[in-house]
């Protein structure tokens, strides 16, 4: 009986690791990775950007990307190794596209493409991504990482969002003037009248 119960034990106690490991819903796995895809994928263009780029609010803001991002995929990581779950090690064909196409880019154009699509729109993305985690993740650490990670997606977007209203505006000194919904940046409409409707 004495041998009855450690086997016992020893099996509860594997069959508990295991099933904890295993027990984490295929919805937080998919969150786990797709955080650490949205991670990898800012700090690959942002270094293409750090390569690329002759402005000086770019190359700042994508520094920032590849710092912030870095340590948001350490803590992506940390997360999956204690739930057992395995991460990607390279960009996915989405990620890898944007990637090549930004590649092929210089100039100006990079930094609007770069901004509007690594910046603007990427985290237009992990904010929808980490709310979503923030709202149905089953697993507390799950959504305790989306809960940390808000602040400084959040962050990105709204600086992402005015350095590109600034590059759209055609002026890289302009100070979140607002000129994202204008249509000709500092170039008048036809005989100078408003667009009423």
Same mark, same amino acid.
Do not use: P
């Given at each position: 009986m004495n041998n009855f119960m450690r086997v016992a034990v020893l099996s509860a106690l594997l069959g508990a690791g295991s099933a904890w490991a295993e &027990?984490?819903?295929?919805?937080?796995?998919?969150?786990?990775?797709?955080?650490a895809m949205a991670n990898m994928a800012e700090i690959e263009t942002a270094k293409l950007a750090l390569q690329k780029t002759q402005s000086d609010r770019v190359k700042s803001f994508a520094q920032q990307m590849v710092d912030d991002h870095t340590k948001g995929l350490e803590e992506v990581r940390k997360v999956a190794a204690a739930r057992s779950v395995t991460l990607p090690n390279e960009l996915d064909a989405k990620h890898k596209a944007m990637a090549a196409k930004l590649e092929k880019l210089s100039?100006?154009?990079?930094?609007?493409?770069?901004?509007?699509?690594? &910046?603007?729109q990427a985290h237009k993305e992990a904010h929808q991504l980490v709310s979503k985690a923030e709202a149905t993740a089953q697993d507390s650490e799950v959504k305790s990482l989306a809960t940390r990670l808000q602040p400084t997606i959040h962050q990105h977007l709204n600086?992402?969002?005015q350095l590109n209203a600034a590059i759209k505006g055609g002026s890289s000194m302009v100070g979140g003037s607002g000129t994202e919904g204008s249509s000709g940046g500092n170039k008048p409409d036809r005989d100078g009248k408003p667009d009423r409707r």
């Open positions: &027990g984490l819903a295929k919805s937080d796995q998919k969150m786990l990775t797709d955080l100039g100006d154009k990079f930094d609007r493409s770069y901004m509007e699509q690594a &910046g603007v600086n992402a969002e």
